[in-house]
T-cell receptor
Framework: GAGVSQTPSNKVTEKGKYVELRCDPI?????LYWYRQSLGQGPEFLIY????????DSGLPNDRFFAVRPEGSVSTLKIQRTERGDSAVYLC???????????FGPGTRLTVL | GQQLNQSPQSMFIQEGEDVSMNCTSS?????WLWYKQDPGEGPVLLIA?????ELTSNGRLTAQFGITRKDSFLNISASIPSDVGIYFC?????????FGKGTKLTVNP
């Protein structure tokens, strides 16, 4: 079956621009997670959805970042007024409710010039 | 906050050698996870550990959950070229995972 997919695979933008990153979870997975991975680091948690609601958004670095999952499936991570420090790989993962197994997508590599 | 210290940072080994890497935590958690990440891909779960002292194998991989619940190790036996990648330990339950910084493994044929 299909795994987690993320689009685009690469995104280059200019400082100050707005970007949207999309995640399609595995069908039937109610839990969805966003992580950010900087070069040479492990993934860092951003936000976790259970269904349509954000159950934990404690990892979002500031109010320029927000994410939605309006129908409990696809999620979009939105970054306003991008800064060079936002450059990283943004990973999405999904999982079944009450399981610790998270299945990761290939990520979106964001470069802010 | 919770921190995971993973070592070594990188390893260069010959094909056929055994490999060991470990992870220590400043906090006690109930789950230790080991992931592998290939270039351009997301991490893939290798082994999950749920009990102190638990020893679990997955093919040539063996991982143990330390008795103190603050450490874990991963062993790879008889390494092959496709073992190349970055190995991460992680802690967490059904919500957010906390990852170590990874061990980058290079296998020379």
């Amino acid at each position: 079956g299909a795994g987690v997919s993320q689009t685009p695979s690469n995104k280059v933008t200019e400082k100050g621009k707005y970007v949207e990153l999309r995640c399609d979870p595995i069908s039937g997975h109610t839990a969805l997670y966003w992580y950010r991975q900087s070069l040479g680091q492990g993934p860092e948690f951003l936000i976790y959805f259970q269904g349509t609601g954000a159950a934990d958004d404690s990892g979002l670095p500031n109010d320029r970042f927000f994410a939605v999952r309006p129908e409990g499936s696809v999620s979009t991570l939105k970054i306003q007024r991008t800064e060079r420090g936002d450059s990283a790989v943004y990973l999405c993962a999904s999982g079944r409710e009450h399981t610790d197994t998270q299945y990761f997508g290939p990520g979106t590599r964001l470069t802010v010039l | 906050g919770q921190q995971l210290n993973q070592s070594p940072q990188s390893m260069f080994i010959q094909e056929g050698e055994d490999v060991s890497m470990n992870c220590t935590s400043s906090s006690i958690f109930n789950t230790w996870l080991w992931y592998k990440q290939d270039p351009g891909e997301g991490p893939v779960l290798l082994i999950a550990l749920y009990k102190a002292g638990e020893l679990t194998s997955n093919g040539r991989l063996t991982a143990q959950f330390g008795i103190t619940r603050k450490d874990s190790f991963l062993n790879i036996s008889a390494s092959i070229p496709s073992d190349v990648g970055i190995y991460f330990c992680a802690q967490g339950g059904s919500e957010k995972l906390v990852f170590g910084k990874g061990t980058k493994l290079t296998v020379n044929p």
